[in-house]
């Protein structure tokens, strides 16, 4: 099979942003550690934690950060890029050369895309992960009291390829007791069971689900079982599962979809999920947008040199977060549909990079 080869503009104008996007990757991951390095030094010098504690609770909110820092790193490789070709007057010797600056900034486009997926692999399969380990490792860290009486307690676990997705209306940690249990459990990828029982009980180290009701689904029927008692492979002890309620920024979207369908089977709002799944697009999606956003700003004069791009980087970056807080919080709120709360921001910054673009390039 013959490879693609990738035209030469492409190799050079991605090569001069590979260097600045790692650049900012870094830049941008320091500056969101830092507030967290001060969390970690609280729990080693107060409360005694050991150092290779807080060092490991580092490692596994790093996937978090690095995931929120692409988008920018993309914004400000994009603008310092453009900007030094710019200022070198390659741009205007590829124009002359009938390169057009639309091709120019198709390329940047092309390289925003594949920092969004990136940026969406990270979200949907390592940090979730990352996340739950970082919980788990902060309550050994620490010896935090659980909170007795928890609701609407929400957590995931795979044994031998199912993946479980568990949600109790109300959790009694000191007797072992899970109230209102729903369990979606996948395989390969797909819904194959649901189980529903008004009560679960640790008993003898195991999790007895009591009088529910167990649906299969198996191809365009489905067959529901009633039981009495049904054991569940569920390794966690009750003190494990009573860790502090995850947000919903840091569960997959695979768990959030699972979450909407448990809380609409018990009758509660799921506004904030919906907005949130549409979010965990929306919010990767912004790399590809600032990138483009970045050819015609770039192009404008810098006699400041990296100081104006780095500043422009955070004044789009601020604009951006500001709007989009607010209509994810209207979308939480229901003044909003999800969809329209979680990409407005995106529309706008697709907008300015469409108009900006097609009057650079005049």
């Known amino acids: 099979m013959r490879a693609v080869a990738i035209p030469l503009l492409d190799r050079y104008l991605w090569r001069q942003l590979r260097d600045l996007f790692l650049f900012g990757v870094a830049i941008f991951t320091v500056l969101l550690l830092v507030n967290h390095l001060f969390t970690l030094a609280r729990l080693v010098l107060q409360q005694g934690a050991p150092f290779s504690a807080a060092l490991e609770l580092l490692v596994y909110r790093l996937p978090y950060f690095l995931a929120f820092s692409f988008p920018m790193a993309m914004l400000l490789a994009s603008l310092m890029t453009i900007a030094r070709l710019s200022d070198g007057q390659e741009i205007t010797a590829m124009r002359t050369g009938g390169i057009s600056l639309g091709r120019i900034a198709l390329s940047v486009l092309a390289a925003g895309l594949l920092v969004s997926a990136g940026t969406l692999f990270f979200n949907e399969i390592l940090v979730p992960g990352a996340e739950d380990r ?33 949600f109790a209306r109300r959790f009694l940690t000191d007797q072992g007791i899970m109230e209102g249990v729903v369990v979606n459990q996948f395989e390969g990828g797909r819904l194959q069971r649901v189980i529903e029982a008004p009560q679960a009980r640790y ?35 009750p003190k494990e599962i009573a860790l502090p309620k995850r947000e919903p920024s840091e569960m997959s979207i695979r768990e959030l979809r699972a979450y909407i369908r448990l809380l609409r089977r018990s009758g509660e709002s799921a506004a904030r999920y919906i907005v949130e799944v549409q979010t965990k697009f929306a919010v990767p999606a912004s790399a590809a947008l600032f990138a483009l956003l970045a050819v015609p700003l770039g192009l404008r004069p ?61």
């Open 302 to 362: 810098h006699r400041s040199g990296p100081s104006v791009g780095m500043g422009l980087t955070i004044l789009v970056l601020v604009g951006y977060y500001i709007m989009i807080s607010i209509t994810v919080t209207l979308g939480q709120s229901g003044r909003l549909a999800p969809i329209v709360a979680a990409w407005l921001p995106d529309a706008v910054l697709a907008a300015a990079a469409v108009s900006l673009l097609r009057r650079a390039d005049r």
């Open 203 to 237: 008993l003898d180290r195991e999790w007895v689900f009591l009088h529910g009701t167990m649906y299969l689904f198996t191809g365009p029927t489905t067959v529901a079982t009633t039981f009495d008692r049904l054991t569940l492979a569920l390794r966690r002890t």
């Open 134 to 166: 970082y919980r788990r490792a902060l309550i050994r860290a620490v010896d935090t009291p659980v909170n007795p009486v928890q609701e609407q307690v929400l957590f995931r676990d795979q044994q031998e390829g199912i993946e479980s997705v568990y």
